[in-house]
């Protein structure tokens, strides 16, 4: 539960600069029989304006000033939100709540004394009604409910706590858990990921986005159900082939620099390149990417419309919940803008067979040592006529959430199926790069499946997030050949002895893209 916690809250974090308090407004706040364990933490305020406050926890006792008539209070130790102090009781809709569902809403001027602890979890102590008289008017409408379920999970692959300020900015909580929307990665609480979600509102308002491609070719494919998710591997492939697409801010002639609040894979001396010139970034103080020396890299749109970083990070240094800040200026005014990671890859798809013109199944082998649909052993075709293929395969996964009742793995639902064809095909041996017809028309796909739609740019996956289940299989079949006559710059063709490489991608509705590349050879005629 104190990791649950410490994820939940985590994800409240909403990057600005901590409000500084005029001496003439702050009032304070004590708070004592804090638990030993917590000597050299600090008590953190969270006021209704947005200031934040902390004091040095020494002797079980601290004494936080505060600029506001009523605060969130929690215990910051070691960087991290470690613990929540909560009122006994709770009103909402004439029901009782549970205690764990609390978070305080301390009133200016008051003592505080707590009694036991639990899960991180620090009850205030005192009689019923003066706590009553003394927490009522809570920062949300006297309302003090945090609700412990999915919807404030926050449904992230790999949660992690950055040391910054907090801030509430409670009208910008829409499913009301306490999590700020921009930071929320289920804003709507319906338990499905914004970037999977058509219906979540994380795309609009004042915060950039960002979404992060893990693609790997079929012979170094990660997957539960093909072959298992062993954290060495998956770190090593993550750090090689994980890319972030950040969207920037500046328009017109602004600039903007992100700042990664420490971030492992973006921060001076980190891991993360810039794909546009394959350039460390930011690179050095003073260098092609962080020109005036602050330590924040310089963002430049590239020619996919965003900014491309490889991240270099393994599975521990990068997650859902990482926020960032840019700093966009017109060169007179400089802005402060908010963004979140929301979701992370950890897996791929993958493919368990694959049959040509519904002719003999062509069954995968990830134990072989040359994995059909490889470089070295491609699927294969006949050399001339049609071709279509019936493909059937695993979804990717994510790691569950015990705290909202998942197993260890979760097979991931609710993606956008699609074939896509980066480049024309070739003789193996070539460079086979060239304008290939991408993302196949929506007229070559055809399904059998009840889980699966045909949607106007590929195939809905209509089935949710389930614990990993090697059942849980998809089917739908691809018309190659419609996909090649359809290519935005003109039909292509698929001669004898060439090779076509396919990306087998699953993505998120806001660009979220894990893929598995395989390639089919024809026959030489």
């Known amino acids: 539960m104190k990791n649950y916690l410490t994820s939940t809250l985590v994800l409240f974090l909403f990057l600005a600069s901590i409000s500084p308090l005029s001496a003439q407004d702050s009032q304070s706040i ?12 600090q008590i953190l305020a969270v006021g209704t304006d947005g200031s934040t406050s902390s004091a040095l926890i020494e002797n079980r006792r601290a004494t936080v000033e505060v600029g506001t008539d009523t605060v969130r209070l ?129 795309g609009e308002g004042e915060g950039f986005r960002v979404f992060s491609n893990f693609k790997l070719d079929i012979d170094q494919t990660i997957n539960l159900h093909a072959t298992g998710i062993k954290s060495d591997e998956l770190d090593e492939r993550l750090a090689s082939t994980q890319t972030l697409a950040i969207e920037v801010a500046a328009e017109d002639e602004e600039t903007a620099e992100l700042d990664c609040t420490g971030l492992t894979y973006c921060t001076t001396g980190g891991s993360g390149v810039k794909l546009d010139g394959n350039t460390n970034f930011p690179g050095t103080l003073g260098g092609e990417n962080d020109v005036d020396g602050d330590g924040f890299g310089e963002l430049e749109e590239g020619m996919t419309g965003d900014f491309q970083l490889r991240t270099g990070a393994t599975s521990s240094e990068i997650g859902g919940g990482d926020t960032y800040i840019q700093y966009v200026s017109d060169g007179t005014t400089e802005t402060e803008i908010p963004g979140m990671l929301n979701f992370v890859f950890n897996s791929t798809p993958a493919l368990i067979s694959l049959a040509v013109n519904e002719e003999e199944i062509q069954t995968v082998d990830y134990e072989s040592e040359q994995i059909l649909g490889s470089r070295a052993n491609c699927f294969e075709a006949p050399a001339t006529g049609e071709i279509s293929v019936a493909l059937e395969g695993w979804r990717p996964q994510r790691p569950g959430i ?72 998809y089917s739908f079949t691809v018309d190659l050949s419609n996909c090649l006559d359809n290519a935005p710059s003109g039909s292509l063709t698929w001669d004898a002895g060439e090779t076509l490489f396919v990306d087998l991608q699953f993505r998120s509705t806001f660009g979220d893209n894990a893929a598995q590349k395989f390639c089919i050879t024809r026959a030489d005629s």
Do not use: H, M, W
Not at 31 to 38: L, Q, T
Not at 147 to 169: E, F, I, K, P
């Open 402 to 473: 015990a705290a909202a009742g998942e197993g260890d793995f979760v097979d991931l639902g609710n993606s956008l199926i699609t074939a896509d064809i980066p480049n024309v095909p070739c003789l193996l041996g070539d460079s086979c790069t060239g304008n290939g017809p991408g993302n196949c028309a929506v007229s070559s796909y055809s399904t059998d499946d009840e889980n699966l739609s045909i949607e106007s740019d590929g195939l809905r996956d209509g089935k949710g997030d389930i614990d990993a289940d090697e059942t849980n299989t």
């Open 30 to 41: 004590t708070v004592s029989k804090i638990p030993p364990s917590y000597n050299g933490a």
């Open 74 to 202: 929690y215990l910051r130790k070691d960087g991290e939100i470690a613990g929540i102090i909560a009122s006994p009781f709770c009103k909402r809709k004439g029901k009782k709540c549970s205690k764990k569902n609390l978070v305080l809403a301390a009133k200016a001027g008051k003592r505080i004394r707590l009694g036991k602890e639990k899960n991180g979890i620090l009850l205030a102590k005192g009689k019923k009604k003066k706590l009553q008289r003394s927490f009522d008017k809570s920062v949300r409408e006297k309302r003090n409910v945090i609700v412990a379920s999915v919807s404030s999970s926050g449904l992230a692959a790999n949660l992690q706590s950055q040391n910054v300020s907090l801030r509430a900015v409670e009208e910008l909580d829409e499913d009301n858990d306490g999590l700020v929307d921009l930071l929320d990665a289920d804003d709507d609480g319906d338990g499905i990921l914004d970037n999977y979600d058509s219906d979540s509102s994380s």
